[in-house]
């Protein structure tokens, strides 16, 4: 049996995934509200397993492993819990991070694996590159894209697409969060 796999990412509307050391913007552009952090929670509890590449692990950790169990917010409290796989070349185990397993390797041999074997659905934030190979291999299931009521020309950076593939992207859900934020949940299908 094949699970699911999708490749979750947050966005500027004008396709950026974060800022640069000039950006001033905040966690989620500073456009968070209670709708949307209710809805990653919601989405988040559900069973299933984290894939993450090395470069987003990283970040993770520097983030999120100094803090204290009790200071964490719930939403990356969750993302913290979950079960991970950290698909990379470069990292040596073991990893500091709850529940984490590390896999060495091509990350379209790992989760095409993954999707073999997993008892539940697999979801990745970030990751862009890994990502982006996924897609181009055929991995990718969903494509849930949250776009933020904002662009940031001048200091967006991480391109979420940038030298992905080309595809076609079917419409599956959407919805409006806290009346400006936008949640896309696509099927993607190489263009042809």
């Known amino acids: 049996m094949t699970t ?13 995934g974060s800022y ?18 209710e809805r990653r ?15 987003t692990f990283r970040q993770f950790q520097e983030m999120l492993g100094p803090i204290a169990e009790s200071d964490i917010d719930p939403v990356n409290g969750r ?7 950290v698909v990379s070349t470069s990292l040596t ?4 991070w709850p529940d984490a397993t590390l896999i060495s390797g091509n990350a ?7 999707k073999e074997e997993s008892a539940v659905p697999l979801r990745s934030h970030g990751s862009l590159s890994m990502n982006r190979a996924l897609m181009a291999a055929g991995l990718v299931d969903f494509v849930q894209l949250t776009i933020f009521p904002v662009l940031s020309g001048r200091t967006g950076a991480a391109p979420i697409f940038l030298g992905a593939a ?3 992207l079917e419409l599956i859900e959407s919805r409006t969060l806290d009346g400006h934020t936008q949640e896309l949940l696509y099927r993607p299908t190489p263009h042809s």
């Open 93 to 96: 185990g073991p990893l500091d």
């Open 79 to 85: 993302m913290r819990s979950m079960p991970t796989t």
């Open 4 to 16: 699911t796999y999708t490749f979750d990412v947050l966005s500027t509307v004008d396709g950026f």
């Open 108 to 114: 379209v041999d790992v989760v095409a694996r993954l």
């Open 41 to 55: 929670l919601t989405q988040y509890r559900e069973q299933q397993r984290m894939v993450l590449g090395a470069n």
């Open 166 to 168: 080309d595809f076609d």
């Open 20 to 37: 640069n050391e000039e950006g001033d913007w905040g966690g989620y552009w500073s456009k968070h509200g209670p709708e949307f952090l």
